[in-house]
């Protein structure tokens, strides 16, 4: 009796806190960037999980008999906003990215005849598959919920890091099932599946792994799955054609048979029910075994208290989310921003069991030493705004991803950091080894210190030096990566040099002079393919001419890769007033903005890329995909500031609703959203590793940052309105700024930065 | 200098200990049984070495799209003696088996254009298989050397419990290859490879591993290759369709890329070779992981001395060998005897990485506490002589094999012992629960005590409960197994019931009266498919009725299995006096005895089983496959002992003999050996269980015992010759033994047992 008042008085406390502390989720909306082409997923996940168990409503194989199949990239994230059903809750999701693998487990309840096919979208009676509508959908942070209307089955669910949590609210049925699927998945394809493995330890326990060649070429994700009341009876059915060569037709193991193995199994679970009957699943992943996965199991969720891991997996978020406390001008607002925020802390993802454990590039089993090892690093995104952001909001999380990027190198047989890695695989996807800015950026902001620091250093200066990789022997022989020997040629020009440059300033910073000098040489490489005669940066050749048929508009075979010389040639984010040099001074250079902002792109070369919808396109402006994002601020290098302010406050107004189309492009992991958050705080990492954030028009009408080391730094945007998207002056600690950026002391050491707003801009 | 000579003195202490100790690796021919059907591997391995580093001679699928291929049954331990060409040098094969897996990563020479398809047997040009000539052949117990001739790359090999050791004697070449197949292996079909992967750590070392679906149903084996020289180059090619997907075309990955994945890949590398340069490879293989092959690797053999390897490993089989020291009276026959010992001494193998970690049958990752983890159970084979001489010879030994399977027990999502289990994977083949009768043999005779004698009991009698395991429900409830519910029913029932007396026996030394109480019940349960309207053992149905259309000659459709009932119903080994006063008394049993000895056994009924040829046949007896083994000593139960004399001295001179086409069957792990090596002693254990030895005729002259318990027993055949196969009398330290078996006690009390022989029968 006295524990249970103890625990009231306490789970009184934990809400009170929770209510006294701004309640932030309400302001999320996971079904943001489900419309269209962000690419998120409405599901149940804590911050930075491991699980993200999300409904999937469709499973369009990423390539049918050998051939693409175009279909496939709308569920880059297993669901569809304008789908009208649902195939089952699968574990794991990326958010936002460009290309996909996962979906691991699905998961269905059904009742009536058992059906072991997904069926037709026309007609879900044809399988396991349910209509639903967003009238009885619910979707918040950590927790999700939806009425599966062909058998009248509520689901709900939500998760703790390691673990997955369902509850099915079941109508009277003598002939319910839980459908277990282990052939389902995100960009699958027929033999995606190299094993999987299920055994089913006692009635209600039930462990096993699937092994995939898919983006990851070697991936192995294990479960452990425990049902809340004993099933009656079981059965799988093998979908492919391997039988179970040793098996001396002893059994039927078809029913009742606690061994199944195979690359196409989908297995079930036979239940009766009361009338509203609730049965329960934890399902909890490893990335090492099943004992790894069944003592995840054991220590996330011990008991069957659904609410209680609700709550508690909604009071992580909140703490979370409260790092950066913003007012703004409507609630609409208010939703973008922690919307974005929750974005930005869903990957990476935390990838390593309650017993540091985790699986590593060598497929070995490592044990992460005092960091929190995590996966799912899409760098060509993420280095741009979401890992400066974690560096300024989580510089511990940051920090342990950058020993996770380190453990990736050691692992590494090439020696090379991550280029775009997840589940203890390289799937080398896009260009430029962008892990150095990372590393750089947290070097440089005095996170990553000492003999931690020069390691990172050495490593970013060994994957610099990879000659294999991508043109770099060439890149480093003739100063360019020539188009006749490596396409997109000139877009790993511009970023090497950008890579390059981050990495002497690491050097700099940690006084190895040697590297400084290598590199900072390098960083200049950008002027290489610089045509001073169209005034692009344009494709060389081997021989140093440049390349012929040059079309600034167009994409395809002109050395860029997602991206036309109109965008990519303003990639010197670390020496925009050489840039601007070269093509033609400030005013000069101003209108060529001016232009890229409002000209017209032909829809035959926009596209040309999947990655982007018309939304996501200002002129000819793409804010749908990263390689411009920096493009806005760099009014700031001329004598016109303050078109920044109107152009970001532009972007962020036309590119981002509260609405399940809200998002112009592929969130890539947190990037888009990141570039949201920084933006509508007033500044951006323009050149991360510069320890600098040009100044933009913040959006926000007041915003606190509770930052790591202690401080808080408030910013208030005076005057704050729609027209008033200009900033007069900026004030730090009482002092005028009389420049256009922010250093990262600046905005650590906390106080006071006020922007005064405008409605008209200082010319 | 000083340093020198004192290893040349330990050099000559070790090799003069060799000498001294009396050298029995000479009697050893491992060719033996490798022409036709006895299934051993020429190969270098040591005593239950996880290595049988062995030439492949061919690689016949087992099977063609998706049907059987009659031809693969010759080649389950890779090599057969009349072939002419060899494909190369694998590192995993099993010895004797009747069915197969295995042959993971073949190594092969070659010197010239670089070929990586086998070729064909009609010309080996065609590949890099090459042509050979046995004599060019040296087999020797841990040493295997043959001349490639194709190229005239000369071929030696030698092994370590866990790692192979190469070493190939090149001619002078600028393109001399050595190509590590990842796609070949034994009983191997398109799809079996599951996945493989091999990484390139650097310019002399690689790591990886091949997972297969095959007997095993999902097995893994990892290893570490080191070379003894850098290689100039390297590639492979991937035979099989699937690509890889994470690529993005960034590299050239079929030439010096140093990662490899793939269903079906060959690799290379490519060296310089002076005239009569060796290259020196380093294999080590691993249950758990790359990291646990390499640390194999490097503690089993720390530098590049190839001689001493083979000496340690060829001392190592002499310690062994010199365990029984015997005279014969020929070489020849001292040749069967000692390569028997071999072949008895070469599995189960040690299936642990040198820090005790090994793969669990749960697939996670266990660690040996306090025992030495071994795999391969051809425990329906092994049961009947295997295990009893290792119980008797290597009772350390037996007792960690006993440990592997209350290990595998625990594992057991079935909570079984093992019936036929390998690397991790329980294969099911054959019939009944046999570990339960090494686990009785081991507790019977005192070898195994204590609480872990009980917990092997309690897992016998789990294991002999399981009501879905192969007609157990039907037997438990009826008292046999019927025909019509459960094939081979009879050959079922007759083994539980054995089975079952075994627990049994265990039951009553532990005192564990509610056990023995349930299994010696059951022990009778062979009464209950003998037909006296027959005088034979015959199918009964689950009505009660015996099964129609009864031929006892016949194998298929008659309720037996690897044997007709003129054999099978001859297996009650637990009980022969109730069993031949069922029959008609001990007289009529005699004579049904010598029938069976003496019948034609038409080519038809012997042709419907692979498992043996007409040569492992003696009239209806069948030797050459297991069921009828204890059957030549059943004459001990008549009034016609001398008739065993006379029979298994037959055997022993008929079915064994010195030559490649030397076992008239499949040596089944050791067990056809073993049966020589009990009979050439003098006695055979016909009930396993019992603590009795049944007697027979020795063949040996003098044969000394050094027992573990440090006592030693010497057995002498006075007047030993080859017509002198009657015993008049056996004398045990001094006193006339007056019955016709010995007990596990007088045998391993030591001191002297004397066969006094005579060429007349004691009638």
Request: a negative charge.
């Amino acid at each position: 009796m006295r524990y249970l008042i103890l625990s009231a008085i306490f789970l009184c406390l934990a809400m009170g806190s929770l209510a006294q502390s701004n309640n932030y989720i309400r302001y999320v909306n996971p079904l943001i960037g489900t419309q269209k082409m962000g690419h998120t997923y409405p599901g149940a996940t804590v911050p930075f999980g491991s699980v993200q168990l999300s409904p999937d409503t469709d499973e369009q194989p990423h390539n049918i008999g050998g051939k693409y199949n175009k279909n496939a990239y709308k569920y880059c994230a297993g669901y569809q906003y304008d789908d009208r059903s649902i195939v089952g809750f699968s574990h794991t999701h990326f958010s936002g990215t460009g290309h996909s693998d996962l979906g691991d487990f699905l998961i269905m309840p059904t009742i009536g005849e058992l059906q072991l096919e997904p069926g037709s979208r026309e007609d879900t009676s044809t399988g396991f598959r349910s209509a639903f509508s967003h009238s009885n959908e619910t979707a918040e942070p950590a927790y999700y919920k939806v009425r599966l209307d062909d058998d009248n089955i509520l689901a709900e669910m939500t998760a703790t890091t390691r673990v997955g949590f369902h509850q099915y609210t079941f109508p009277a049925s003598d002939n319910a099932h839980i459908i277990l699927d282990l052939m389902h998945g995100i960009y699958n394809y027929d033999d995606k599946n190299v094993w999987t493995f299920v055994r089913v330890e006692n009635d209600h326990t039930i462990v096993g792994y699937r092994q995939t060649n898919g983006w990851a070429r070697t991936r192995t994700v294990y479960f452990a799955m425990e049902f809340s009341k004993p099933f009656t009876s079981y059965g799988f059915k093998n979908f492919g054609k391997e039988d179970y060569k040793g098996f001396w037709r002893k059994f039927d193991q078809t029913k009742n048979f606690p061994e199944m193995a195979g690359k196409q199994l989908r297995a079930y679970f036979d239940f009766k029910t009361a009338a509203n009957e609730k049965i329960q699943i934890k399902f909890a992943l490893s990335p090492v075994s099943t004992d790894g996965a069944m003592a995840n199991l054991r220590s996330e969720i011990p008991d069957w208290n659904f609410e209680r891991v609700k709550r508690e997996g909604q009071a992580a978020w909140n703490r979370e989310l409260s790092k950066v406390a913003v007012t703004m001008l409507d609630e609409g607002e208010m939703t973008n921003f922690y919307t974005a925020m929750y974005h930005a802390f869903l990957s990476p993802t935390v990838y390593m069991d309650t017993d540091w454990q985790y699986k590593g590039l060598d497929q070995n089993v490592h044990k992460a030493a005092g960091f929190t090892n995590y996966t799912t690093f899409s760098l060509w995104d993420t280095y741009r705004a979401l890992h400066p952001f974690l560096n300024l909001i989580q510089p511990t999380r940051n920090r342990d991803m950058i020993r996770s990027m380190t453990a990736h190198y050691d692992q590494s047989v090439h020696k090379m950091l991550p280029v775009w890695s997840h589940y203890a695989n390289e799937n080398w996807c896009m260009i430029g080894y962008h892990s150095v800015s990372v590393l750089s950026d947290s070097i440089v902001t005095g996170n990553l210190v000492g003999a931690e620091a020069n390691k990172a250093l050495n490593a970013a200066a060994q994957t610099a030096r990879t000659k294999y990789y991508d043109g770099l022997e060439y890149y480093m022989k003739l100063g360019y990566v020539p188009e006749d020997k490596n396409s997109s040629s000139v877009s790993k020009t511009l970023e090497y040099a950008y890579d390059d440059w981050a990495i002497a300033q690491a050097a700099k910073k940690l006084n190895r002079t040697e590297i400084y000098n290598e590199f900072i040489k390098r960083s200049e490489n950008w002027k290489n393919v610089f045509d001073s005669s169209t005034g692009f940066m344009r494709p060389r050749m081997n021989d140093g001419t440049f390349g012929k048929n040059f079309d600034p508009l167009k994409t395809e075979g002109q050395g860029f890769i997602e991206g036309n010389a109109w965008n990519y040639s303003l990639y010197v984010p670390h020496d925009p007033d050489a840039m601007i040099a070269k093509m033609g001074g400030k005013a000069k250079f101003a209108s060529h903005l001016d232009e890229l902002f409002t000209m017209h792109l032909p829809d035959e070369f926009f596209a040309e890329t999947e990655d982007i919808t018309r939304e996501g396109i200002i002129g000819g402006y793409i804010h749908g995909n990263e390689p411009s994002h920096h493009v806005a601020y760099l009014y700031n290098w001329t004598d016109a500031p303050w078109k920044t302010q109107e152009r970001v406050r532009m972007i962020l107004k036309h590119q981002y609703h509260p609405t399940p189309d809200g998002l112009g492009g592929n969130d890539d992991c947190g990037q888009m959203s990141a570039w949201y958050l920084f933006t509508a705080l007033g500044f951006y990492p323009v050149a991360p590793g510069s320890g600098q954030y040009a100044l933009g028009s913040p959006a926000i009408k007041t915003a606190v940052l509770k930052l790591e080391n202690g401080k808080t730094l408030t910013i208030e945007a005076k005057d704050q309105s729609e027209k008033n998207v200009y900033v007069r002056n900026v004030v730090v600690n009482g002092r005028a700024l009389n420049r256009n950026y922010l250093t990262f002391s600046e905005v650590t050491n906390g106080g006071k930065i006020v922007f005064e707003m405008d409605d008209k801009p200082l010319r």
